[in-house]
């Protein structure tokens, strides 16, 4: 409700900051070239936005709703995973009795392998969202007191945010940054809170990905963490962003299915 609460005084503050910026440029001492070129670009932009030619933007539309698409699939993977869950057993009895009876034991064994290790990696992620979210929250708290008292305001829903966005790989810490530089931008000193949020996201990053990811995840997995990151960099390179998600879990599967078939066939 604070939040709700809030929101109109921070369009508010958004307003008053167009407002300062136009002050600021109208008092700079620009050369009057430099002033009359940059108020011509301007103007022609704004002339230029009534006759956009909107099929040119028809790919952009696309990637952009391609994004959104992928963004909300991956939210859907939660309540999936719940319904897979209540209904296992008929799930795995139906899938079995697809299979000759002497094959079933096999499969089941590697079924289980896989559940094993994939439930490991979702804790290990769970885990890390936690993580990130209480370093994210502590360091906005840090920010509130000795930049600003608005990240005071906005500190438990932002950390909340990095925690969630961290099952995201490699862009969720950025898109989870960008809400925190539009408070930064209402600030008293714009300049100063946004520097210090930009390091403060930075510090965290690189904190997940050299030390966290490899840590954590290499021991939910029981993978060495600079296996982990070498599996990261061919997952992404050959799957992109999907590659990135799963490719510790599927190396650290594959390693055990290897190990049980071996034994079984020696």
């Given amino acids: 409700l604070d939040y709700v609460r809030d929101f109109p005084n921070l369009l508010r503050t958004f307003e008053d900051l167009a407002t300062r910026l136009g002050e600021m440029y109208r008092n700079l001492n620009l050369p009057e070239s430099v002033r009359a070129y940059i108020d011509q670009a301007l103007a022609d932009m704004g002339e230029g936005a009534g006759g956009i030619d909107f099929g040119a933007l028809l790919p952009i539309a696309r990637t952009i709703a391609g994004t959104a698409a992928g963004f909300f699939g991956f939210l859907i993977i939660p309540i999936w995973a719940f319904y897979i869950l209540r209904d296992r057993v008929g799930l795995t009895q139906g899938f079995l009795s697809a299979f000759p009876a002497s094959w079933r034991d096999e499969i089941w064994a590697v079924m289980t392998i896989i559940e094993r290790v994939f439930g490991r990696w979702i804790r290990g992620q769970l885990l890390l969202g936690l993580i990130v979210g209480g370093a994210t929250f ?39 940054m960008i809400p925190t530089l539009l408070i930064a931008l209402t600030t ?52 992109g962003f999907r590659g990135a998600i799963l490719a510790i879990p599927i190396t650290a599967a594959g390693r055990d299915i290897y190990l049980y078939l071996f034994r079984r066939l020696s």
């Fill in 188 to 239: 008293r000193d714009p300049v100063l809170s946004v520097i210090a949020v930009l390091i403060l996201y930075i510090v965290v990053q690189q904190l997940e990905n050299n030390v966290l990811v490899p840590k954590i995840q290499g021991d939910a997995v029981e993978l060495h963490p600079s296996l982990v990151i070498f599996a990261l960099v061919i997952g992404g390179a050959i799957a």
């Fill in 138 to 176: 502590a360091g906005l708290m840090l920010l509130g007191w000795l930049v600003d008292p608005r990240f005071l305001q906005f500190a438990v829903l932002l950390a909340v945010i990095a925690g969630i966005l961290e099952l995201l790989p490699i862009i969720g810490p950025i898109i989870s």
